[in-house]
């Protein structure tokens, strides 16, 4: 006999506050299990596949590994170095780009000129800003992160960690699901199925289109002769994820940037303006509908909820979890929704009666 309905909220209740109370006191403890997790859980697709092409599961494994630690090794070696010198750089050149603005915006409109109007001080105040507080930021980022994200952690324990849930990916997920409740795992199973479809859609699809975009967007950048073209590619593609903003964001900084660089060149500002246009198209014609699809039941406001809300009471962790809890929670949403509309609470009383004859 199954147990009544309050007593499964009871006992899915209990379970969801353990959850919350171990990422609220273990946040920091979990967080190279919860990273080794979402890389094992992004890379088994691609171990499943080398399976079938028959490799076994612990060449596979030992494979992707490799790969992956050298691609890690060339991005620290190669491109982060250069990302944070370009980052630092721009943090520099604030306040002599605001004074370029003012200087630019005082031709044109004389009126503007006066050493005590609003804007002029306010350009003046922004970019002296910028650079006191831009270096302070990256350096908080860097050093709590440190705090947080040790370098053994990311050597040693991310790694190993990732490489045996990989390994382990398939039984693990037998296993878990020979402890459902019989009575509700079929139904179990296709919510989970769901929220599969909707992480792997979203989650790998999207980190690829964002991947690949900020490479596009550096390279383009870079080959126009864009100075911090690199943080600008990488920034536009990492925020890509949410429709249009990457694009816009990226834009807008690239051609400001391309103002100054530029001025009295108008193709070499086109040229930059071109690149994003070209990201567009690219993103809107070929990437997000091969990669991420029409609909994957993940709206961005949603999302960016998620990560605020899990950011802010869990911190680092919370973030990392907020993608597959909003995942979760949409799909439950939506499982609710239908079986609402199949009530008699929807319905109503006659839906299920005959009409009496006559």
Same mark, same amino acid.
């Given at each position: 006999?199954?147990?009544?309905?309050?007593?499964?909220?009871?006992?899915?209740?209990?379970?969801?506050a353990?959850?919350?109370?171990?990422?609220?006191?273990?946040?920091?403890?979990?967080?190279?299990?919860?990273?080794?997790?979402?890389?094992?859980?992004?890379?088994?697709?691609?171990?499943d596949?080398?399976?079938?092409?028959?490799?076994?599961?612990v060449?596979?494994?030992?494979?992707?590994s490799?790969?992956?630690?050298?691609?890690?090794?060339?991005?620290?070696?190669?491109?982060?170095?250069?990302?944070?010198?370009?980052?630092?750089?721009?943090?520099?050149?604030?306040?002599?780009?605001?004074?370029?603005?003012?200087?630019?915006?005082?031709?044109?409109?004389?009126?503007?000129?006066?050493?005590?109007?609003?804007?002029?001080?306010?350009?003046?105040?922004?970019?002296?800003?910028?650079?006191e507080?831009?270096?302070?930021?990256?350096?908080?980022?860097?050093?709590?992160?440190?705090?947080?994200?040790n370098?053994?952690?990311?050597?040693?324990?991310?790694?190993?960690?990732?490489?045996?849930?990989?390994?382990?990916?398939?039984?693990?997920?037998?296993?878990i699901?020979?402890?459902l409740?019989?009575?509700?795992?079929?139904?179990?199973?296709?919510?989970?199925?769901e929220?599969?479809k909707?992480?792997?859609?979203?989650?790998?699809?999207?980190?690829?289109?964002?991947?690949?975009?900020g490479?596009?967007?550096?390279?383009?950048?870079?080959?126009?002769?864009?100075?911090?073209?690199?943080?600008?590619?990488?920034?536009?593609?990492?925020?890509?994820?949410?429709?249009?903003?990457?694009?816009v964001?990226?834009?807008? +900084?690239? *051609?400001?940037?391309? %103002? =100054?660089? @530029?001025? $009295?060149?108008? /193709?070499?500002?086109?040229?930059? #303006?071109a690149?994003?246009?070209?990201g567009?198209?690219?993103?809107?014609?070929?990437?997000?509908?091969?990669?991420?699809?029409?609909?994957?039941?993940?709206?961005?406001?949603?999302?960016?909820?998620? +990560?605020? *809300?899990?950011g802010? %009471? =869990?911190? @680092?962790? $919370?973030?990392? /979890?907020?993608?597959?809890?909003? #995942?979760?929670?949409?799909?439950?949403?939506?499982?609710?929704?239908?079986?609402?509309r199949?009530?008699?609470?929807?319905?109503?009383?006659?839906?299920?009666?005959?009409?009496?004859?006559?």
């Amino acid at each position: 006999m199954a147990l009544p309905v309050r007593e499964q909220a009871k006992y899915w209740s209990i379970a969801t506050a353990v959850f919350m109370l171990a990422l609220w006191y273990l946040g920091d403890v979990m967080l190279p299990f919860v990273v080794g997790g979402a890389i094992a859980y992004g890379l088994d697709p691609l171990a499943d596949r080398l399976e079938r092409m028959g490799a076994s599961r612990v060449l596979a494994t030992t494979v992707i590994s490799l790969f992956a630690v050298l691609v890690f090794i060339l991005m620290a070696v190669l491109i982060v170095p250069m990302i944070v010198s370009q980052a630092a750089g721009l943090f520099e050149s604030a306040p002599d780009l605001f004074a370029r603005l003012r200087d630019f915006l005082s031709e044109r409109f004389p009126d503007l000129g006066d050493a005590n109007s609003t804007l002029r001080q306010s350009l003046a105040s922004i970019g002296a800003t910028i650079q006191e507080r831009g270096g302070a930021f990256a350096q908080s980022i860097f050093t709590s992160a440190l705090g947080v994200i040790n370098a053994v952690v990311f050597v040693v324990v991310v790694p190993v960690v990732a490489f045996y849930l990989l390994l382990d990916w398939d039984n693990m997920v037998a296993k878990i699901d020979s402890f459902l409740p019989r009575d509700h795992a079929p139904k179990i199973r296709k919510i989970a199925s769901e929220i599969d479809k909707t992480l792997a859609s979203f989650v790998r699809g999207q980190l690829t289109v964002c991947a690949i975009l900020g490479v596009f967007y550096a390279v383009g950048l870079m080959l126009v002769g864009l100075q911090f073209g690199l943080v600008v590619g990488f920034i536009a593609g990492l925020i890509s994820f949410i429709p249009y903003i990457g694009a816009v964001i990226g834009g807008v +900084l690239a *051609v400001g940037l391309a %103002l =100054f660089q @530029f001025w $009295g060149a108008p /193709v070499m500002i086109g040229a930059v #303006a071109a690149v994003f246009i070209a990201g567009q198209f690219l993103e809107g014609n070929i990437l997000t509908p091969k990669l991420v699809g029409e609909s994957v039941g993940l709206h961005p406001v949603w999302l960016m909820f998620a +990560l605020s *809300v899990f950011g802010s %009471l =869990f911190g @680092f962790v $919370g973030m990392l /979890v907020a993608v597959p809890v909003a #995942a979760s929670i949409g799909v439950v949403t939506r499982f609710g929704t239908e079986q609402y509309r199949m009530s008699r609470l929807y319905k109503g009383l006659d839906s299920d009666q005959e009409p009496d004859a006559e």
